[in-house]
């Protein structure tokens, strides 16, 4: 089973253009899923562009507290780099500067002339992740992007895909992992609002506060925020909430599949067990790029 | 652009800097160095300040405003190479971030040159360094907006890739021939990550060769591939290969960047020509938009101007679907200025202010005809003032306190603009006040404006007055009550006109009937219209 492959298939039988790879924490496995589906699509000749955006805690970006790892890239393949992280050699070709600035510099694209590593630095800001996807579907047929769940929402309302990847570095036990990427994926997945319905049109963030309220005043129409990265409720509480609510968005994500990393420097689970329980939590294929394995 | 010795912040808010400053700023980083430099020019400039009006005049004259804009265009999207030019003088080999900056910067400046060839006063930027620099990076690629280190630009190079590529397919092909093995002999299609999982359940004896065990559990191995010799040996040579690209590449920067560092020099001072030309062009371009002509400059003290306008309020009625009215002043010494309520004072006192900043900054004005001085000191005082000073003061306690730092601030080339000193005491002594002001400018030769709603001032004080014409007829209450609707009929109804009147020539106020006209009710009007007749 060649699992990036799978995952691309998925994502473009959705019409997906750009794939999130998000996480639930840090070493996750984003980054293995993110190589794979890479290395699905250089294999089919398709003209990719990487780009990465790291937040704290998210894994991080040069000039934050650990490097990213640098992928190992083919030729024509497009990136986002920041001019301090450019290597120099082997030297690649420039394509352009981005508007953006990072700790390392200004963004610009780059693409691959020679293989080798090369290290993807991402802009600090919504509107900045927007620039970037839409200047690297401009050079090539498919984004992929090393994500973070708060900036999916350059996703929203387009023909963009997601993917979910969970690991034992993010829990204390394999359940408290499976009820994560749960959460996680049912607040990703949230519907889009009925037009025809009653509804309250939030024009911010739905807290956990405004949650408790609205379970409090048993509202029944649809609460309906922008996207779904602005429900901010935390936790199983806030979870709990929105299974009472009827939350909806304008503007849809689409989530395709889910990925597990099931061994942590500090903690492992039973591979086949957790990539079942993830399958089964959130009712997406799901797959162990280190395994080789698919549970649906 | 500095001109705190020109203004303070308050007076440089009321008469306009901040939106001055913001239609004739530039758009590159090149641009904003010079700009931040300017300084107002002083009395005893005006041949300078003359000759920096008439240049930005003949720019806006001789290249039409989708030119303009096409050179502000092409600013706008200019990195910035000091930086670049810094490090180069200084012994750093450029990396390719920097070279595409300054292939940006020629490329960029050839393009200006194209288009301002029509216009033989630009400042000079094209260089030979800009030529030479040009043609050095030219191998990076026909489109002068991408850069790479092309082969084109040494023939080792190429070898060396050549090489390279190569030696890296050796290794993928011997690493791939191992992995396939690898995956083979554990029944999988293919291994996709460098650390992989085997679960114990589907192994069959031990870990087969060139698989080695990272950690192991009772249900699974986790795993890594090891390189057998093949590989090894060819990894070896696609190291050396690299490394002979990575000298090669390293050679070719170095020699741009000596290159770079030559002419730094030259580029550094096309880089300033360039700064020059963003500000020129953004003065014209402002000059072309709001009508704008070159004022005659005065070494003596007048302030003349016909058709006037004071922009900001001219860009808030357009807005709002309304006109300016431009107005006439011929100004040479400390006046009075009376009119109705919203007859326009204070914009023309704003207006003054406006222009004679604007000549001292060596700009066009918004005029049909202007001739003014140049003035070491424009001073706002009154109404509009923003409360800045002494927050336990009373406003009246505070205009004193203003007036007083005017007044002890040597400037023997003062424009003062005072709208409605002394409002706020009894009108007998706020009289009295206005008169000692215009009596100690006149005294001290300055050119100033006294807006006022007090009667006899001209008079006592012995300097001219100037009137606003006022209502032609007390407008028609709008049907629905809307503010908007009723500024429109007032508007209307208003002559805005500045004239000279008598000395003794009593000021029009007419707010009765604009209480009415802005929705007061008639009760209430009918009451002070009868307070007044008593």
Not at chain 2, 354 to 362: D, I, R, T
Request: charged share 25%; hydrophobic share 50%.
């Amino acid at each position: 089973m060649q699992i990036g492959s799978e995952i691309l298939e998925l994502a473009r039988a959705r019409g997906a253009a750009t794939i999130f790879v998000v996480g639930i924490g840090r070493d996750v496995g984003k980054t293995t899923a993110l190589r794979a589906i890479y290395a699905a699509a250089a294999a089919r000749g398709v003209r990719t562009g990487l780009a990465s955006i790291g937040r704290d805690g998210d894994g991080s970006q040069a000039g934050g507290a650990r490097p990213k790892p640098r992928l190992w890239l083919a030729p024509q393949t497009t990136f986002v780099t920041a001019a301090g992280a450019l290597p120099r050699t082997p030297a690649a070709e420039i394509v352009g500067l981005s508007a953006s600035i990072s700790p390392a510099g200004r963004l610009l694209y780059a693409r691959v002339r020679m293989p080798g590593y090369y290290e993807l630095v991402g802009p600090p800001t919504a509107s900045g992740v927007r620039e970037i996807v839409d200047g690297l579907r401009a050079l090539g047929e498919l984004v992929i992007v090393d994500g973070a769940v708060d900036r999916v929402a350059a996703l929203a309302g387009s023909n963009g895909a997601i993917v979910v990847s969970c690991g034992a570095a993010a829990a204390g036990t394999m359940a408290e992992a499976v009820d994560d990427v749960a959460a996680l994926v049912a607040r990703l997945c949230v519907a889009p609002f009925d037009p025809d319905a009653p509804a309250i049109h939030l024009e911010g963030a739905l807290t956990d506060a405004q949650a408790a309220a609205f379970v409090a005043a048993d509202e029944r129409r649809q609460i309906v925020v922008r996207d779904p990265t602005q429900i901010v409720v935390r936790g199983r509480a806030g979870s709990r909430a929105l299974a009472l609510l009827t939350v909806r968005c304008r503007r849809p994500l689409t989530v395709v599949a889910a990925t597990v990393a099931s061994i942590a420097a500090e903690r492992s689970f039973e591979p086949r067990e957790f990539a079942e329980a993830v399958a089964r939590a959130t009712n997406l294929p799901t797959f162990d790029v280190y395994a080789g394995t698919r549970a649906a | 652009m500095n001109v705190h010795d020109l203004l303070d912040a308050s007076s440089a808010h009321v008469v306009g800097f901040d939106w001055l400053a913001r239609a004739v700023a530039p758009v590159s980083p090149y641009g904003e160095r010079v700009f931040e430099a300017l300084r107002p020019f002083g009395p005893g400039e005006e041949s300078a300040a003359q000759a920096r009006c008439d240049a930005i005049a003949r720019c806006e004259a001789a290249m039409p405003p989708d030119r303009l804009d096409a050179i502000r265009g092409l600013l706008a999207d200019l990195p910035d190479v000091v930086g670049a030019l810094a490090r180069a003088s200084m012994g750093d080999a450029l990396d390719d971030a920097a070279l595409l900056e300054l292939r940006r910067f020629c490329a960029t400046i050839e393009r200006i040159e194209s288009l301002t060839a029509e216009y033989p006063e630009r400042p000079v930027i094209f260089n030979d360094a800009i030529a030479a620099v040009g043609v050095a990076l030219a191998p990076a690629g026909r489109d002068a907006s991408a850069f790479y280190l092309a082969d084109a630009f040494d023939a080792k190079l190429a070898a060396a890739r050549a090489l390279l590529g190569r030696e890296q397919a050796e290794l993928d092909a011997a690493r791939g021939r191992e992995s396939a093995l690898a995956a083979r002999a554990l029944g999988r299609e293919t291994i996709e990550s460098d650390e992989f999982i085997v679960m114990r359940a589907d192994l069959r004896g031990s870990l087969p060769a060139g698989v080695r065990a990272i950690r192991e559990a009772p249900t699974y191995v986790l795993c890594a591939l090891e390189y057998g010799e093949a590989t090894l040996a060819a990894l070896a040579r696609r190291d050396a290969a690299a490394t002979a690209v990575a000298e090669a590449e390293a050679r070719v920067r170095a020699r741009l960047s000596a290159l770079v560092r030559e002419r730094a020099a030259r580029l550094d001072a096309a880089a300033r020509g360039l700064g020059e030309l963003d500000v020129l062009v953004a003065a014209g371009r402002y000059a072309q938009r709001y009508a704008c002509v070159a004022p005659s400059l005065d070494a003596g003290g007048v302030l003349a101007f016909e058709g006037a306008r004071f922009l900001p309020l001219e860009d808030e009625l357009a807005a709002a679907g309304r006109q300016f009215v431009p107005l006439d002043l011929e100004l040479r010494d400390a006046a009075v200025l009376t009119g109705p309520n919203m007859g326009g004072k204070s914009v023309l006192l704003q207006t003054c202010g406006f222009l004679a900043l604007a000549c001292a900054l060596g700009l066009p004005v918004p005029a049909e005809r202007a001739r003014c001085a140049l003035f070491d000191r424009i001073a706002w005082l009154g109404l509009g003032r923003d409360a800045s000073i002494g927050g336990l003061l009373s406003s009246f306690a505070r205009e004193v306190v203003e007036l007083k730092a005017i007044l002890e601030r040597a400037a023997p080339r003062l424009l003062i603009l005072v709208d409605e000193f002394a409002r706020t005491t009894t009108p007998h002594e706020g009289k009295a006040l206005s008169i000692a002001l215009l009596e100690r400018l006149r005294e001290r030769r300055a050119v100033g404006m006294l807006a006022t709603h007090l009667s006899g001032i001209a008079a006592a004080a012995g300097v001219r007055h100037f009137a606003v014409r006022g209502l032609r007829g007390i407008p028609h209450r709008p049907a629905v009550s809307e503010v908007a609707q009723a500024l429109a009929a007032l508007a209307e109804a208003m002559d805005y006109t500045i004239e000279e009147v008598g000395p003794d020539a009593r000021p029009r106020a007419d707010a009765i009937a604009l209480t009415e006209l802005l929705g007061l009710d008639g009760d209430f009007v009918a009451a002070a219209h009868r307070a007044l007749s008593q």
